[in-house]
């Protein structure tokens, strides 16, 4: 995770600016079911009457109240209430109760939340008491001149003897018997209550609205946000992953191979961009929605908090089996996209020779197992995810029965209001969802924990050829002066070398040659002069300086190099140039591919001229003309060391001829490292070096090389007529 940090450090503030905003977003939707809650009990059961004790009362009602009331009681109620005279009440109230402008009434007084608690419970007890008196009427039904009527004719033993039952009754039945007075005591003042009720539930609903919304806005921001850094995760992963690959030996390459380099800079990646963008909202979510969920559900009922206790359970039972069965799966889920991104980049990069043995079949075949394989183990982890989903279904179903079950119950015995089980519903559901999103990331972590292993391990392999802390420099453009000193060298840890005492001195200006059999150690031996490998023994030097002491941007940037395959890439010929030399004017670059034997194919009725375009690879151009492009690219650089890496071999011989004289004029004063197969090519080499299994064989021009090695004799007899031998 250390990588994580490292990358998430630049977007310390964003991170913190979608914490705050899923904060924000999570108390707001916390909120939520409170309010759908406040407009069950309140604005429809008790028909917006949202509080505990009317705030205003006749004064019949006033005396009724008194009446059935408790000694304790009664005392409280008239410290609470203040005597208003018609006409003296404010406006508001005079608005919402029109019988106060007319006659005298009762306001309350009471503002300490304490004392307006027990005001409650007194005012609920006396009219519950007025009730049991008058032997189960239906007061909602009564006019407030009725109901005053019936309690002036009950007797204080009548009021005695239905005190001692209603202390027995519960809270929530005394409230609801306590707001049926209350919506009476309202009419008798002239109050409309269904106004009353749809203030309350627009009131409600609009602040639920407004909820919403800022929930809503909230949630777009954090997408924002995380977005923004899960973004630039991936960037900077994939620059950082790029440059390290950029800088990687041709050994480096080989230990990962190109494939999985390519996956680790694409779907890892891209996996832990994912953690990023979603591991950010869950991470922080799914705790906030847990704990205040379950603080909510249990600020709605304690009794029913066994549910939680058994819903979590199960989840966790649930998440528990399912990271057994898909994490192994994620972890090799990886190297089976290596495997089929190398299968498909071989197929299609090899495609005319599978053509042109007949091995299509073949190739599908491997293909296919591949692409079985990976299909298999992804069938495996997704039957198993959408197998969870029903179960997480049926056991949200199960949960929301028995809420309703139990809480079913309890609202027909008076113990708790409907709107606050339908609300403790949805905390559940809350709940629940939060420990959906731990599972989603116990899926997602351990696959990313993967990705972020590969990515690691390219970012922390140091190649092993780079600079050393304190190099040295030449002075200037390179002399051209080379000298291999008892060179030897062998690929990684092998046992045996493919070079073998290599000693040999090019000086400025000298055109040096290699040729032998195939696999004596040609290429290898040039490769070593611009630093794709470095020696294992010996050293090289250039104008006096070991080679490894330079630094690869000086050393390689007075070598104009050209590989045995002519490698171009996606563009035109222009943009191909360009690599030799950035800033180069078309005038130069004319002049380097009249010289390279290209201008006939670039001007050409096909041809664009440098506008020419080049297929990815060079694909939609001949061989040959690959081998011209990339020696026109490496002469726009003018460098005063050139290596030609079999770089005439596609080239037919009245070809190759008319380029070498170019070369010639071109290059002289240059110093020339040539490969080739071909005695023709090298003859005029001022030394040839011939190379069998790594070692030197012979030495000196084609004439001396002729009388003086047999190794080199018998190539020019294979290649040569016996007039060009004598």
Not at 175 to 180: E, I, K, L, P
Not at 207 to 225: H, N, P, Q, R, V
Not at 269 to 288: D, K
Not at 528 to 556: N, Q
Request: aromatic fraction near 8%.
């Amino acid at each position: 995770m250390k990588l994580i940090l490292r990358y998430v450090k630049p977007f310390t503030l964003m991170v913190i600016a979608a914490i705050i905003t899923l904060f924000a977003q999570t108390i707001l939707e916390l909120y939520l079911p409170s309010f759908m809650s406040d407009i069950v009990n309140v604005g429809i059961t008790k028909r917006g009457l949202d509080d505990a004790v009317p705030e205003v009362m006749s004064e019949d009602a006033y005396r009724t109240v008194l009446k059935f009331a408790s000694a304790e009681g009664r005392s409280l109620i008239e410290s609470s209430y203040a005597l208003k005279q018609a006409g003296q009440a404010d406006g508001r109230l005079a608005k919402t109760y029109p019988g106060v402008k007319d006659e005298a009434a009762y306001v309350l007084a009471e503002t300490d939340k304490g004392r307006l608690a027990m005001l409650a419970q007194a005012y609920d007890l006396a009219v519950y008491t007025l009730s049991l008196c008058s032997g189960g009427q239906d007061f909602s039904k009564m006019e407030p001149a009725a109901v005053y009527e019936t309690a002036g004719g009950i007797t204080l033993d009548q009021i005695s003897e239905a005190a001692d039952k209603a202390s027995e009754a519960g809270f929530s039945l005394m409230a609801s018997v306590g707001n049926t007075f209350t919506e009476l005591f309202y009419k008798d003042l002239g109050a409309t209550i269904l106004r009353i009720q749809q203030n309350y539930i627009l009131k409600v609903g609009g602040l639920m609205l407004l909820f919403s919304m800022l929930s809503g806005l909230a949630m777009i921001a954090t997408g924002f946000f995380s977005a923004r850094v899960s973004a630039g995760i991936g960037r900077a992963l994939r620059r950082d992953v790029y440059r390290k690959v950029a800088y990687f030996a041709h050994e480096d390459v080989d230990r990962f191979s190109t494939a999985t380099l390519i996956t680790r800079s694409t779907n890892d990646v891209q996996q832990i961009q994912m953690l990023a963008m979603f591991g950010l909202r869950m991470m922080c979510m799914a705790p906030l929605f847990g704990i205040g969920g379950i603080v909510m559900a249990l600020r709605k009922s304690v009794s029913m908090s066994w549910i939680i206790a058994v819903a979590v359970v199960l989840m966790m039972s649930l998440q528990v089996i399912m990271f057994k069965l898909v994490v192994p799966r994620f972890k090799i889920m990886q190297k089976l996209t290596d495997r089929l991104n190398l299968v498909a980049r071989e197929s299609l990069t090899g495609l005319l020779v599978i053509r042109a043995f007949g091995n299509e079949r073949l190739e599908e075949e491997r293909f296919d197992k591949a692409n079985k394989d990976i299909m298999n183990n992804q069938m495996f982890v997704m039957r198993t995810m959408a197998t969870m989903n029903p179960i997480m279904n049926f056991l949200m179903s199960g949960i929301t029965l028995l809420i309703v079950w139990v809480g079913g119950k309890a609202v027909a015995n008076f113990q708790m209001p409907i709107g606050d089980m339908l609300a403790f519903m949805q905390y559940v559901m809350q709940i629940i969802m939060a420990f959906m999103m731990i599972a989603q990331m116990f899926i997602m972590i351990p696959r990313a924990i993967v990705s972020i292993t590969r990515v690691n391990e390219v970012l922390d392999t140091e190649p092993s050829i780079k600079d050393k802390e304190t190099v040295k420099a030449l002075g200037g453009r390179a002399r051209g002066h080379i000298v291999f000193d008892h060179v030897s060298f062998k690929y990684g840890d092998a046992e045996k070398s493919v070079l073998e005492d290599i000693s040999f001195e090019v000086k400025p200006g000298q055109t040096v040659a290699f040729i032998g059999s195939t696999g004596s150690g040609k290429s290898t031996l040039i490769n070593l002069v611009p630093r794709f490998y470095d020696v294992t023994a010996g050293s090289i030097t250039l104008d006096g300086v070991d080679i490894r002491d330079l630094s690869l941007k000086e050393l390689r940037g007075n070598i104009g190099y050209i590989p045995q395959k002519g490698i171009l890439f996606s563009g035109d010929v222009a943009t191909n140039l360009s690599l030799g030399k950035e800033d180069a004017r078309d005038e130069e670059m004319y002049r380097a591919v009249e010289l390279a034997q290209a201008a006939d194919f670039i001007s050409s009725e096909s041809g664009n001229g440098l506008s020419t375009e080049i297929a990815q690879g060079g694909d939609n151009v001949s061989g040959g003309q690959r081998q011209r492009l990339a020696i026109a690219r490496a002469l726009i650089k003018n460098p005063p060391i050139y290596i030609f890496d079999d770089s005439f071999s596609a080239l037919d011989f009245r070809t190759d001829a008319k380029l070498r004289r170019a070369l010639r004029e071109t290059t002289s004063g240059a110093t020339i490292l040539i490969v080739a197969q071909r005695i023709s090519t090298i003859m005029n080499a001022d030394m040839i070096i011939v190379l069998e299994e790594g070692r030197i064989v012979g030495k000196g021009t084609h004439r001396e090389l002729l009388a003086s090695c047999p190794e080199y004799r018998e190539i020019a007899e294979s290649q040569l007529t016996k007039e060009e031998l004598a």
